[in-house]
């Protein structure tokens, strides 16, 4: 900045002087006090003093409070040296770092210097006040600077960008980000002023440049526009917020082009994300845009009027009402922007329009509707507002409220018109509302541009302007923050890529060799993650397709489609957020809500046609082009941009944004781009005040420490070879010589004597370039020179004053002692009378005056002769001066006579030059010419292009009038046919014309084959028609020969079908059957699809583990040796193993021979004890031959996907055939069939992609396999529990609906049945209320609802069994009212038992109570059964002589009754399962919340304890004299607690998921049972309207069957008979349940004992997770002192070289060296001790595996002895069988977590131990490097502490000592080499003790490992054998039932007989 003048007082606010920031002074302060930077809570960074080191802590006294703390040295970050405050760009600072950045942006805030250069970026810090840096006098400073010669701002880089648009003639941009009330805003307007200035348009006196244009505006009219279309954009975009009082709520890109002369040739502005949601709600202290409140308060009344505007109060949109902003006026806003616009060009009327639209906007949130009070239906009760509304956007009231109440919806061909809600018709009005003012922007935003662009000067080039969201990370961020966030990323990784670019050209400038990084490729995977297929963007577009999808079903998809992504973080249970996204700004927390919503932004589309044919033409035109969620059209229309866009599959927000991004991102990687980063200080909106963690965190998502990382990799510090040598020569004295020497030498010697590393510096041509902290370093070590050569030059000049000084005194104490001894004379003498003679006589002699002349004449001679010397002198110069004349001369006149031949021949020069002018010239006057011509050319061709794209959409005009004539041609088709349907019956009708028809029907399938074959001719050419259609111009013409060939074939068509009339209804059908095929296909392709993308998701799941495999394949190489020594301990545990699998095999068989003892010798249960015995023999043989079934899977699966894809080939191939034979839908098939071939060849590149990773995922595939076996087990025993219970509520629903359609029959009892209707509704009511009341009880009561609901469905079997009797006397008796009468009565006996099932779950814990209830119930139902009987009876005795008449009719009744059944059955089923269901998730929710309160709890129980024993075991460490006794207690306490906290921290994270998934499957389950309930209750209201129908038609009916009944009575005897043989098996039932109760009592007793095993268990688990913690903590420390010896061997090597200087001249210290060495041997012996505790530690952990191993196997033992105690009881206890499987379930899943968490805590040993052996490597490879430098460390300190002058002194002794110092060097060498051996030796031992811990490690993993897959083994046995006896018990009965059955139909037949 040499040209400018820092004086200048109007460049006070940019320029700071840089002489004051190089104080010596200052400069040695800092260097004594050695200033670091500290961390700070509200400060962020502060600075302090380094006082001591304490291990991996620092003391530091702060500088402020002189306050000393202990900071740890990763903390601590370097400080600048004082040069380099209020940098100008902070890329040249030498220490790059967060608190150093800070420090120079807050230096120069608070100096009033808002802009810094970071790099590429410009930094800008909102001052909060007017600066006077924006005149047109500064814009003339900056005008054609270049960047370093001014200071910054955003004035240079705007200029930047000009010039290089000029000179390089490449576009640029210039990106403004930066949070809201950061600046941006103003920034781009700066940038808008400052081109609208330089690049003003000027009148020119050149021919292709007029004054003026045809529109007539002077110059500068472009410019003026271009200024005053911020005002607009910002009174409709911007908002007041919380941060920002004039905040844009939308971003923008601003595209000034430039004619070739570098003016002004035309703008345009492109939004993006305008904040629609603020029209209708704005939160507290919050505006809608301005315009509203420009508008209200700015026109007059009597305009207000009529536009039918109202108070601010009075609008609902309106949240805050009239809120006023502090200084800014709206009325004088609102005439700013009425001018700009008349500026702009827009007219009086639209302007008016726009307020009407504006007013109307406003109105639609005033509309009040209500909900009626028997319906869901909305009304308007008042619609004045919506005649305003409609009166303002020119539409009918009628039609309005008609759209929004009851719109019409298309559904299939037809319209229907649907009833919307209170809640559905609000959320249309704000829809519409937004989208109005949406529609309305975007029209202004076009009005602007086609304003802007009116010149007709040709743009050459442009600089675009981005005003744009910076990063945001809110605490919750949603779909707008994601679109932001994406966004940045984008622009983030242009920076990367630059920055990357423009480093590259440095190096390579200057000849560096580096490594080159694309750092753009940094942020790839968070791009991939949001943008690419199965992205986050695209999951919200695919759910979006999904009537039925949800934000939860969005957020599970995606974290089951990314949960391994390494950018994707999943959000854990505490969590509010849905997921996390790691951005390079850190991770970002995202809320799901409202996402589908958002992306779709679905429109009422009755409403936007309406307005579409508004009969304001205003309105009608900004809706014009509406893209509406639900247009069935299918249309291609020319975007702005060129391309095809298909409007029909409606555009998501998504990819619109999408599509806006990547045409942005393609422009501005086209172009140069310059950044500009806008920080916001503080919150409060004051200047001056700086908040430095807010600060920091925008510079880190604005992307400036991102660039300054990347800066950091490379060689950030650069200084030319004079400054460098002029600098740091005084480092190296006498290493260059004298004379000249080039700078680069001069530098090379420079480095060579700093002894510098090769890796921390270049040297290129022009520049040596540094790694960031070597200058810092250079700095230092400079400061310290100088302050030597300052003390020793204060000592010099102390020295020559202390001589002088006693030079002065002596000659004093001279001229002292002379005075003395002269007085002394004189007082002598003055009184002697000789002496008064001698001084009186004295002056009158004559021969002292003779003296005085000769002094004097002397004096006059000496004169004289100085004199001649001195003319001497002249005389001689003279000469020489003559002689040096003369030589001049001639050289003068040969320098002339040289010029005089150089003047002819430039002379000559310039007469050719003048002539090349001439012809220069005349050649640019014909390239101009030729320009103008082909600029004409261009002109004609753009016309000839928008032609042909006119002629294009015509002929797609043609296209679509064609289409709609097929379709009409259609519908005549539809009703020929139907015309000759008739005709085909009366042809039917008439025998004469069969013949004829057969030969017809012969004829008409020949033609038929024709039609077929020249359809399929027809096919070929609608390919060849697609293929062509996706060309441009040139295939124009043959589009309309296709078309021609279409009509052609068309009336072929045509006339074919006309001589087939009489078969047209045949290939209807053919054409409806292929439909329907076409749609299979289509869904199993679409199926097929969805297991391809699975696929491939697995196939990548796989790959990364794979690598995973592998990394973890090379760890277990290196234990090859390991696993051979743990082969025989593997066959001992193997050995073991087998003997516990022959105890269980043997235990199996005894169960077996009990159950074969227990089952009855009939043929049924032959059968199934067989087929069960096969199965068992099936399940071992699957358990031993698993790796070859996974080989086999494997083969098939792949053989599968094969045919798969041939059975895709041949469904295509199908489609294609029978495509061509719907004419209606043939483009439609048509583009289906091309997209399916398309997929296709995607599938079969997929499946070949799959095939060549198929060899790699192999190792892998054992894994998957033995998970999907698992899977398939979990999910076959959950198909036969539900299948179980899916029968048995089957069985419970027929009943039930069997009885009320029956029920339906009946004359006399059907008010009873309308009143057993509503009581089974209020029941019903009453159960749900109940089922909620009961939530609370059911965690304790779950075991005993399950027994419950077992023991009442054996007694609804037995009670099956007694209504199958009944079923067969009252059929017998064939009286239909009497079975209606007995259904009715069996229906309320079933409504009963619900009701006391629900009321026996309030009286569990009385389990005896239960019991007598249920007997009582039983009595009961047996009274009401023979009151029926008596009841049927006396009704036979008047009924019998009409039961033969109703016997007929009951069978074609009965079909009827078959049908309702089954829908009964359907719903009531549905029903069932979905309470079941919902039941089972809530209790297993309430169980997993007190598990997880219980773990929880447990968890802080552990952590208290492990903090004590920590604390006890750090005290015990620091005596280590009284610790040795209690070390191996003290760390086996430690384990466990450490092994208990990282299991139930396991534990409960896998609570948590569970419980999420609990939680969404109970909503679904809600919402399920909502809708069944409903059809439930349609189903039900129908059913009782049919059943009053079928009452009327029975009651008649009846009253002829009265006499029927006397017939019949003769049957009453046996029906007594039947049910005194009931009365016995009730009895009986009564004895089994006394029986029942007692074993239940038993297994009460059993079940309690085995919960008390299973505590100890717990109790068992919760120590091995004591010591698993303990272990976890020591890795822990471990890592921390990993990473305070990787910092001290950093700072120890930046010590290296002046250490290795100082050791080669410390003869005096080697014999401190000595000491230091014995100390290391010391130190050595630590570590033998340090080897020693952890051969201790090995041998504590082996103790512990062994008491691990005897648990284990003491816990198997008792798991066998409850095992087998519970099998007895299920042999013994039929009835509770099913509380035993409940106890059984719940131990497998402890069970199954315990073998969870055992998996995850190997997991962590495995993760961490290799984290342990990578470390332990890292260490080895650096303790030789340590080794070497120990003795530089020690040297180091010793000349801190003994200073300067001893170097002095020992640098001069250093030429006299060489020879002892290399004898030394040879003995320290020998030193050395025995400290390596031995410590070569220590690490030997310690890889030694690490072997062996390894070794116990696998040997306890393996022995766990075949433990688990032994107890998993038993467990599944176990349960296959309980669901044998399950079934075998249920079949029994089925026997037992059917004989009975049998029994009594003999009895019945001997009674008739």
Same mark, same amino acid.
């Given at each position: ?28 302060? %800092? ?27 620092? @003391? ?43 420090? /120079? ?132 975009? /911007? ?113 008016? $329009?726009? %307020? ?25 009760? &008042? ?130 060799? %580096? ?55 999943? $959000? ?7 997921? $996390? ?73 998504? #990819? ?108 290129? #041509? ?31 000049? !102390? ?32 009184? %002697? ?47 020489? =001066? ?84 097929? =379709? ?125 993308? =699975? ?30 020594? &743990? ?83 041949? =469904? ?13 839908? +043939? ?153 209606? @009468? ?125 903090? #004590? ?8 460490? /620091? ?15 430690? !384990? ?19 419980? #999420? ?111 698993? /913690? ?26 290296? $070289? ?11 210290? !080697? ?97 961490? !131990? ?49 020879? &002892? ?65 399950? +079934? ?26």
């Amino acid at each position: 900045m040499a040209d400018v003048d820092r004086s200048d007082p109007d460049l006070k606010f940019l320029v700071v002087d840089r002489n004051a920031f190089s104080d010596p002074a200052t400069q040695a302060e %800092w260097s004594q006090k050695r200033l670091v930077w500290v961390p700070h809570e509200t400060a962020g960074f502060v600075a302090a003093s380094m006082k001591r080191a304490q291990g991996e802590e620092v @003391e530091v006294e702060l500088v402020e409070t002189s306050k000393k703390v202990l900071v740890s040295r990763d903390d601590m970050q370097k400080m600048n040296p004082p040069k380099y405050d209020k940098q100008e760009d902070m890329a040249d600072l030498t220490c790059l770092n967060e608190a150093s950045v800070l420090h /120079n942006i807050k230096e120069r805030y608070y100096s009033g210097l808002i802009y810094t250069y970071s790099g590429l970026f410009c930094v800008v810090v909102n001052p909060y006040k007017r600066l006077p840096i924006y005149t047109e006098k500064i814009i003339e400073i900056y005008k054609g600077k270049k960047r370093h010669e001014v200071p910054p701002h955003v004035f240079a880089i705007t200029d930047i960008a000009y010039r290089s648009m000029l000179q390089d003639r490449e576009d640029q941009s210039i990106l403004c980000t930066g949070e809201s009330g950061a600046g941006k805003t103003e920034n781009t307007k700066k940038v808008i002023q400052y081109l609208a200035y330089v690049a003003a348009s000027k009148p020119k006196s050149s021919s292709h440049l007029p004054a003026t244009n045809e529109g007539g505006l002077s110059f500068g009219e472009l410019e003026q526009q271009l200024l005053k279309a911020n005002p607009i954009l910002e009174a409709f975009g /911007n908002a007041k917020t919380v941060k920002n009082d004039n905040s844009s709520r939308f971003g923008k890109f601003v595209r000034i082009n430039f004619d070739a002369s570098g003016y002004i040739a035309g703008a345009n502005i492109e939004t993006y994300l305008l904040e629609k949601a603020r029209i209708i709600r704005q939160a507290p202290d919050e505006r809608t845009f301005h315009i509203f409140y420009q508008l209200l308060l700015g026109s007059t009344q009597e305009f207000k009027s009529n536009i039918l505007l109202e108070d601010a109060k009075n609008y609902t949109f309106m949240t805050q009402g009239g809120l006023r902003v502090p200084g800014i006026d709206d009325i004088e806003e609102f005439t700013a922007t009425q001018n700009a616009m008349k500026v702009m060009g827009i007219s009086d009327d639209d302007m008016t $329009s726009i %307020w009407r639209v504006i007013s109307a906007s406003l109105l639609f949130g005033n509309m009040e509707f209500k909900q009626e009070r028997n319906t869901d239906q909305a009304t308007l009760p &008042d619609n004045t507002v919506a005649q305003k509304v409609a009166h303002l956007l020119g539409i009918q009231v009628t039609d309005l409220t008609k759209a929004f109440l009851k719109p019409r919806i298309k559904v299939g061909r037809d319209y229907v018109t649907k009833a919307q809600t209170k809640e559905q018709v609000e959320f249309a009005i704000e829809a519409i509302g937004k989208a109005t003012y949406e529609r309305l922007f975007k029209w202004i935003v076009t009005r602007i541009n086609r304003s802007l662009d009116r010149t007709k000067r040709q743009g050459a080039s442009f600089i675009g302007i981005l005003d744009i969201a910076g990063f945001e990370i809110f605490e919750l961020n949603s779909f707008e923050q994601l679109c932001i966030n994406y966004t940045n990323e984008k622009l983030q990784q242009l920076f990367n890529h630059t920055m990357f670019i423009l480093e590259q050209e440095e190096y390579q400038r200057e000849g560096i060799e %580096w490594k080159f990084i694309d750092f753009g490729l940094d942020l790839q995977p968070t791009i991939d993650l949001i943008e690419k297929p199965m992205g986050i963007m695209a999951l919200v577009d695919e759910e979006c397709w999904f009537p039925k999808a949800t934000d939860k079903s969005f957020v599970e998809k995606l974290v089951t489609s990314h949960a391994v992504h390494p950018k994707f973080v999943k $959000s854990d249970f505490k969590s509010t957020a849905d997921f $996390s996204i790691l951005h390079y700004a850190g991770q970002v927390n995202y809320s799901a809500a409202q996402w589908l919503m958002k992306n779709m932004d679905p429109l009422n589309e009755n409403i936007v046609q309406y307005l579409q044919a508004s009969q304001d033409p205003f309105v009608c035109h900004i809706w014009k082009d509406a893209e509406i969620v639900g247009m069935a059209q299918q249309a291609m229309t020319d975007t702005q941009f060129g391309r095809v866009t298909r409007k029909g599959m409606f555009r998501t927000v998504s #990819q619109l944004y999408k599509e806006q991004l990547s045409k942005l991102m393609v422009t501005l990687r086209n172009t140069n781009p310059n950044f500009v980063r806008c920080i916001i200080p503080n919150h409060e909106k004051k200047a001056g005040k700086i908040n430095a963690p807010l600060v920091l965190d925008q510079l880190r998502c604005n992307g400036v420490l991102e660039g300054i990382r990347i800066c950091r990799q490379g060689f950030p510090n650069r200084i030319p070879f004079q400054e460098f040598r002029q600098r740091y020569e005084l480092l190296t004295p006498n290493v260059i010589p004298k004379g000249f020497m080039d700078g680069k030498k001069a530098c090379e010697k420079m480095i060579e004597a700093l002894e510098l590393d090769p890796g921390l510096f270049r040297i290129g #041509q022009s520049k040596i370039f540094f790694r960031a902290g070597v200058l810092a370093h250079l700095e230092e070590e400079r400061d310290l020179r100088i302050t030597d050569l300052v003390v020793k030059f204060q000592a010099y000049c !102390r020295g020559l004053l202390a001589r002088r000084n006693y030079q002065k005194r002596v000659q004093q104490l001279n001229a002292i002692r002379i005075l003395q001894r002269n007085c002394a004379a004189y007082l002598k003498l003055r009184n %002697w009378q000789w002496w008064r003679l001698y001084t009186k006589v004295k002056p009158l002699l004559q021969v002292t005056k003779n003296d005085e002349k000769v002094m004097q004449k002397e004096n006059e001679l000496k004169e004289i002769t100085e004199k001649l010397h001195h003319h001497e002198a002249e005389v001689q110069n003279l000469d020489k =001066q003559y002689q040096q004349a003369l030589e001049e001369k001639n050289i003068l006149a040969e320098q002339l006579q040289a010029e005089t031949e150089l003047c002819a021949e430039a002379e000559e020069m310039r007469a050719r030059l003048a002539a090349r002018k001439q012809e220069m010239e005349e050649i640019i006057h014909d390239m101009e010419a030729r320009i103008e011509e082909e600029e004409e050319k261009v002109l004609k061709s753009g016309e000839e292009r928008k032609k042909l794209q006119q002629h294009i959409q015509d002929l797609e005009e043609q296209l679509e009038e064609e289409e709609a004539a097929r =379709q009409k041609l259609q519908i005549e088709k539809v009703q020929a046919e139907a015309k000759m349907k008739q005709f085909e019956e009366q042809l039917v009708a008439s025998d004469d014309f069969k013949e004829k028809f057969g030969k017809d029907k012969k004829n008409l399938e020949e033609k038929l084959s024709d039609v077929s074959a020249t359809l399929a001719e027809e096919e070929e050419k609608a390919k060849h028609l697609l293929k062509l259609k996706a060309k441009h111009e040139s295939t124009i013409g043959e589009l309309e020969d296709k078309l021609r060939k279409d009509n052609q074939q068309k009336q072929e068509v045509e006339r074919a079908k006309r001589k087939c009339e009489t078969e047209l209804g045949d290939m209807k059908e053919q054409v409806l059957e292929r439909k329907q095929q076409v749609e299979e296909i289509q869904l199993q392709l679409g199926k097929r699809e969805e297991e391809v993308a =699975q696929a491939l998701m697995k196939v990548d799941e796989e790959a990364a583990a794979k690598a995973n495999a592998q990394k973890a394949l090379r760890e277990l190489e290196s234990q090859l040796g390991e696993v051979v020594e &743990d082969l025989d301990a593997e066959k001992e545990a193997r050995n073991k193993a087998e003997k516990q699998k022959r105890d269980l095999n043997e235990e199996l068989e005894a169960l077996k021979n009990e159950l074969l003892d227990s089952l009855d010798v009939t043929a049924a249960q032959q059968e199934l004890r067989t087929a069960r015995e096969k199965e068992l023999a099936n399940i071992k043989k699957s358990l031993e031959d698993e790796t070859s079934n996974h080989e086999q899977m494997t083969t098939d699966m792949r053989h599968k996907h094969s045919h798969e894809i041939s059975q895709i080939n041949n =469904q295509l191939d199908q489609l294609k055939k029978t495509k061509t034979q719907a004419e209606k839908g +043939k483009s439609q098939l048509e583009a289906e069939l091309a997209d399916l071939a398309n997929e296709l060849k995607a599938t079969s590149g997929n499946k070949q992609e799959a095939e060549r990773k198929r060899k790699q995922l192999e190792n892998h595939a054992g894994e998957l396999n033995a998970k999907l076996t698992e899977s398939e087990s979990r999910c076959t025993e959950a198909q036969e529990r539900l299948g179980k219970i899916l029968n048995e509520m089957e069985s419970m629903g027929s009943q039930l609906q069997e009885a009320e359609t029956r029920a339906s029959q009946a004359s006399k009892s059907t008010d009873g049945l309308e009143a057993q209707l509503s009581e089974v509704a209020a029941n019903l009511e009453e159960e749900t209320r109940q089922k909620l009341a009961v939530n609370s009880k059911l965690r304790a009561l779950e075991n005993e609802k399950e027994h419950l609901l077992e023991q009442v469905e054996e007694e609804e079997g037995k009670a099956k069994t007694l209504e199958k009797n009944l079923t067969t006397a009252s059929q017998q008796l064939a009286d239909a009212r009497r079975k209606a @009468e007995e259904e009715s009565e069996q229906v309320a006996k079933l409504e009963e038992y619900k009701k006391k099932q629900m009321k026996d779950f309030e009286e569990m814990q009385h389990r005896m109570e239960e019991v007598q209830s249920s007997n009582e119930k039983l009595d009961k139902s047996k009274k009401k059964m023979s009151a029926e009987l008596d009841d049927a009876n006396i009704e036979l005795d008047s009924h019998r002589s009409k039961v033969l008449e109703l016997e007929k009719k009951q069978r074609n009744f009965d079909k009827i009754l078959a049908e309702e059944k089954m829908n009964g059955e359907r719903i009531s089923t549905e029903r069932d399962n979905a309470e079941r269901d919902a039941r089972e998730k809530e209790t297993k929710l309430l169980n997993l919340n007190r598990g997880l309160e219980e773990l929880q709890a447990q968890l802080d129980e552990s952590e208290r304890s492990r903090r #004590q024993l920590q604390a006890e075991l750090d005290d015990l460490v /620091n005596t280590q004299g009284t610790a040795d006794k209690n070390v191996h207690e003290l760390e086996k306490a430690k !384990r466990q607690l450490e092994q208990e906290l990282v299991e139930q921290k396991t534990q409960l994270e896998e609570l948590e998921d569970e419980l #999420q998934q609990t939680e969404d499957q109970k909503m679904r389950l809600e919402v399920n049972m909502q809708a069944l309930k409903t059809q439930f209750e349609r189903d039900l209201a129908a059913k009782e309207e049919a059943g009053e129908e079928k009452r009327r038609g029975m009651a008649k009916q009846i009253r002829d069957l009265e006499a029927e009944l006397d017939e019949e009575r003769k049957q009453k005897q046996a029906a007594v008979n039947a049910k005194k043989k009931l009365e016995t098996d009730y009895k009986d039932l009564e004895s089994t349940m006394d029986m029942n109760n007692k074993l239940k009592e038993d297994a009460l007793k059993q079940l309690k004992k085995l919960q008390q095993a299973m505590k100890e268990i717990q109790r068992d688990a919760e120590e091995a997770h004591a010591s698993k /913690n303990e272990v976890l903590q020591q890795s822990k420390d471990l890592e921390k002192k990993i990473k305070a010896l990787e910092s001290d061997l950093v700072q120890m090597q930046e010590d290296l $070289s002046a250490a290795e200087r100082a050791r080669r001249t410390a003869e005096s210290e !080697r014999d401190e060296l000595a000491e230091e060495l014995s100390s290391s041997g010391s130190k050595g012996a630590l570590a033998i001790d340090e080897k020693r505790r952890l051969d201790a530690r090995i041998a504590a952990l082996e103790g512990e595996l062994e008491e691990e191993q005897t648990q284990s196997e003491m816990l198997m033992e008792r798991a066998r002895k409850a095992q087998i105690s519970i099998e007895q009881l299920t042999t013994e206890l039929a009835g509770e069988r099913g509380n035993a499987q409940k106890m059984e379930n719940s131990k497998m899943m402890l069970e199954r977590q315990n073998k969870e968490l055992k998996v995850k805590l190997e997991e962590v040993e495995n993760s961490n !131990r290799a984290k342990a052996k990578a470390a332990i490597a890292a260490l080895e490879s650096k303790v030789s490097n340590l080794e070497e430098q120990l003795s530089a460390e020690a040297q180091e300190r010793m000349l801190a502490a003994k200073g300067n002058r001893k170097l002095e002194k020992k640098i001069k002794e250093l030429l006299m000592q060489l020879e &002892d110092e290399r004898r030394h060097a040879d003995q320290y060498k020998e030193q050395n080499e025995k400290t390596n051996g031995r410590m070569k030796a220590m690490r030997r031992q310690l890889d030694e003790a690490e072997e062996e811990i390894s070794r116990e490690k696998a040997h306890r993993r393996k022995a766990q490992r075949e433990l688990d897959d032994f107890v998993e083994s038993n467990e599944s046995m176990n349960r296959e054998i309980n669901n044998l006896k399950n +079934k075998l018990r249920s079949a029994g009965n089925v026997v037992m039932a059917a004989e009975g059955f049998k029994d009594k139909k003999r009895e019945k037949e001997q009674n008739d007989k």
